[in-house]
């Protein structure tokens, strides 16, 4: 059963070139886990399933926030602490960050000017 782990909010959506920095992220962090790591996006290309046997996440994309999903068999949730919950929200936090996501990111656009933002809502 899916379960649903946390919220992120980003500050930028989903584009087909953050989408493909992300699969090189999890390239070169897959290593981390010390076991093999599957990714593939759904059809809609909003949705990316990572599975690292037992355990399967699966991460939504909207405008403004990422959802993450996970399941796995009851032990492994049992053995899954506070402390595992803050590595896993470091790591995405991470990827949506190195990614262009988020404002702070390095590929992040800039943010409209407050004079902008008026203009605009007008």
Known sequence: MKEKINEYPIDHPLTAGRRKK?????????????????????ESGTVLHLASDPVEWQFVFH???????????????MLFTEKRRKTVD?????????????????????????????????
Not at 27 to 41: D, K, Q, T, Y
Not at 63 to 77: D, L, M, N
Not at 107 to 114: E, G, K, L, T
């Open 90 to 122: 470091q790591v995405v936090i991470q990827m949506l960050e190195e990614t262009g996501f988020m404002a702070s990111g390095p590929d992040a656009a800039p943010a409209p000017s407050p004079s902008r933002k008026k203009s605009a809502s007008r």
């Open 22 to 42: 992300i699969n090189q992220f999890i390239e070169s962090n897959a290593g981390r886990l010390g076991r093999p790591v599957s990714a593939e996006w759904d």
């Open 63 to 77: 405008p403004t926030r990422v959802e993450a999903f996970g399941s796995a068999p009851f032990w492994i949730k």
